[in-house]
């Protein structure tokens, strides 16, 4: 494949300067207040209860994958009380809430789902849909007796450690107030559902909801994909083409009378391949230890890794396997960091040419494969991988109306107005995505208020400091579940948050052994860890020659704080092997307990 890669570069800096816009996450419309109803659970009925006044040893904040993980295994270490405060009304996180059809996860299911090997789980399919992940999840909590003390429909909105009863004071918008030795938070990056702010959205007369509240009532099918039939006879308009809305849009067009796609940037939509699990197969490798192993080896499979094989071969390890073998082709005494730099290049070049000739090989209309293609660098934005998405645009019906990076002019009564032309619809879907720029206790909605009445906004106002990621100094108690500062691994977020699990389950189980009523990280140990933390390399991931989005802080300067959101430079195989050996040796250096 001979490319241009001047021109490309070129083009690339075009499509990127017409989309950079001066308000950045600004111009994104917080849900609240009259806007508020976007946010309501169309999933489980809102049950009355009396507020809970007692005590427990773990309080958990958000019941996804990092609270059932380290809730499970928790109990494993022997704690009877764990309590999970979710806001949603079960157990799932972003795959409680996130229901639309066709939602699938990304990564291979065999790493991707948590606890597989405990609960004895085998996935039905290479990549699982939506609806097993939270039966999964529902799972881990049932065989763990989390459901017992689990607070649903709940928001944490004060959360005061008390110094005198060394004790964590939980409060929530249900009136609770109760007291936890510890406390874990895991609330994810992606929990908050944003929506575009297009001039007169307020005005739309129809029927509107974001992709994350999917309203079967009104779109009739259900989230194991069946036929939406309810919208044989609607005009559906859906605003967004990221990650949600490739794997819904082709469930739309096939069930809508009109379906339009507005597309402000296209995503980079390479292979999905997927495949059902073969259960002879499945018996074949699930001997003991088979999910860690899995684990390890895909981790180890990715950049800067040095796997011989690899198990997994989903997407992201072919990313990796293709951007090693052209590093590696570079003779020995031209390994220098500039052409290690300028292989990865090439490597990311001939795999977005060819994503770009895929749109071309499926989408029957000329300017909608042009319109389809991704003019950026594929870790630009976050990539995306299916089989039926770019097909769907060859539906009758089913139309792409690109907005050339503008976006929406303009929302009216009866529909949407792009570059002057209206468009009227029964529907409008937002899949506008999730608030990422904005600061943690907006998104979190409570700061954590630890010793001497210092806050977490303010502990980290010039950027995140802590051990591990894990603690926090000045936090006495809490856990922090989640990937930066320790591995950072991106392309499988639960393996970040099932080995925060173990560790915290570790730490605990010492703490209660030797009756320590405290446990906490010292300034010495926090400060060492981000000074190594700063010798690694800064973030890879969305730099500012992308095009925006919520990768690169929507094109903006994210500011010096940004520097700390990173990894343990050594990579992420290196740092769950590191954290293994710390846990193992029962010393936790860094860590006073007293
Ligand atoms: P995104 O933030 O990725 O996408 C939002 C979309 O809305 C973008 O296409 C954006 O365009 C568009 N948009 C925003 N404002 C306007 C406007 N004014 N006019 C027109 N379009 C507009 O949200 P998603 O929900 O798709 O995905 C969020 C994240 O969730 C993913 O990145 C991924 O991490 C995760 N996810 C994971 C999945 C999985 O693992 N299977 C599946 C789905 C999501 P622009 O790009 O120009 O900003």
């Known amino acids: 494949m001979i490319i241009d890669k001047e021109a490309i570069k070129a083009r690339y800096i075009a499509e990127r300067d017409k989309r950079l816009r001066a308000d950045g996450n600004n111009q994104y419309r917080r849900i609240q207040g009259q806007l508020a109803h976007y946010l309501d ?9 009396e507020p809970v006044n007692d ?16 809730g499970a295994r928790l109990v494993e270490a022997g704690v009877k009380d764990v309590r999970i405060v979710e806001k949603g009304g079960d157990f799932g996180g972003t795959w409680y809430w996130n229901r639309y059809p066709g939602a699938q996860c990304d990564t291979a299911s065999m790493i991707y789902m948590p606890m597989l090997e405990e609960t004895g789980h085998m996935p039905t399919e290479k990549y699982a849909h939506a609806p097993e992940i939270l039966e999964q999840c529902q799972r881990i909590g049932r065989q763990y007796g989390l459901y017992d003390n689990a607070l649903f429909h709940a928001e944490v909105k004060a959360l005061t450690w008390d110094d005198k009863d060394r004790v964590w004071v939980v409060e929530t918008n249900r009136g609770d107030r109760f007291t936890t030795t510890y406390i874990g938070l895991g609330t994810g990056p992606l929990h908050v559902p944003k929506l575009p702010g297009i001039p007169g959205l307020d005005s739309f007369k ?32 859906i605003i967004g083409t990221g990650a949600t809305s490739v794997q819904c849009v082709p469930h739309l067009a096939r069930a809508c009378k009109a379906l339009y796609v507005v597309q402000r940037t296209p995503s980079s939509v390479d292979v ?33 890794g040095s796997a011989d094989e690899d198990l997994v071969q989903d997407g992201w390890t072919d990313l990796s396997r293709r951007i090693r073998e052209k590093i590696s082709e570079l003779p020995r005494e031209q390994m220098t960091p ?5 292989a990865y290049e090439d490597s990311d070049f001939e795999k977005m040419e060819e994503i770009r000739s895929r749109v071309d090989s499926l989408v029957g209309d000329h300017d909608t494969a042009q319109n389809l293609k991704a003019w950026y660098r594929q870790l630009c934005k976050r990539p995306c991988f299916h089989d039926q998405y770019l097909q769907a645009f060859n539906t009758p019906g089913t139309q792409l109306i690109d907005t050339d990076g503008k976006g929406v002019e303009r929302i009216t009564e009866t529909g949407l107005v792009v570059a002057g032309v209206e468009y009227e619809v029964d529907c409008i879907i937002y899949a506008s995505g999730f608030e990422v720029g904005t600061e943690y206790t907006e998104r979190a909605g409570f700061d954590v208020t630890g010793r001497d009445g210092l806050t977490l906004s303010q502990a980290w106002a010039e950027g995140m400091r802590s051990k591990h990621g894990i603690h926090v100094h000045g936090f006495p108690n809490a856990f922090f579940v989640q990937p930066a500062q320790g591995a950072n691994l991106i392309s499988n977020i639960p393996h970040n948050l099932t080995d925060a ?30 000074a190594l933390l700063l010798t690694g ?3 890879m991931l969305g730099s500012p020659d992308c095009t925006p989005g919520y990768y690169n802080n929507e094109g903006q300067d994210p500011g010096p704080a940004a520097r700390y959101n990173v990894g343990y430079p050594a990579g992420a195989s ?7 050996a710390w846990r193992d040796n029962g010393k936790f250096e860094g860590l006073a307990f007293s």
């Open 574 to 580: 290196a740092y769950f092997k590191y954290l293994e």
């Open 206 to 237: 129809g029927h509107s909801f974001h992709t994350s509240r999917w309203d079967y009532a009104y779109t009739g099918g259900d989230p194991k994909g069946g036929l939406m039939e309810k919208l044989k006879d609607k005009r559906v308009a």
């Open 272 to 304: 999905r391949a997927n495949v059902p699990i073969d259960p002879d197969w499945f018996a074949g490798i699930s001997t003991p230890g088979w999910q860690q192993r899995w684990l390890e080896n895909f981790t180890a499979n990715q950049a800067g």
């Open 41 to 49: 659970d169309p999933y489980t009925p809102f049950v009355e209860r």
């Open 537 to 539: 390399m800064p973030r």
């Open 338 to 342: 500039a052409n290690m730099l300028a």
């Open 55 to 70: 005590h427990v040893t773990f309080t958990f904040i958000g019941g996804g994958f990092a609270g059932l993980v380290t």
């Open 501 to 530: 699990g173990k560790t915290i389950a570790r730490i605990v189980g010492h703490a209660q052994a030797t009756n320590a009523p405290t446990v906490e990280v010292t300034q010495q140990a926090q400060d060492e860890w981000i």
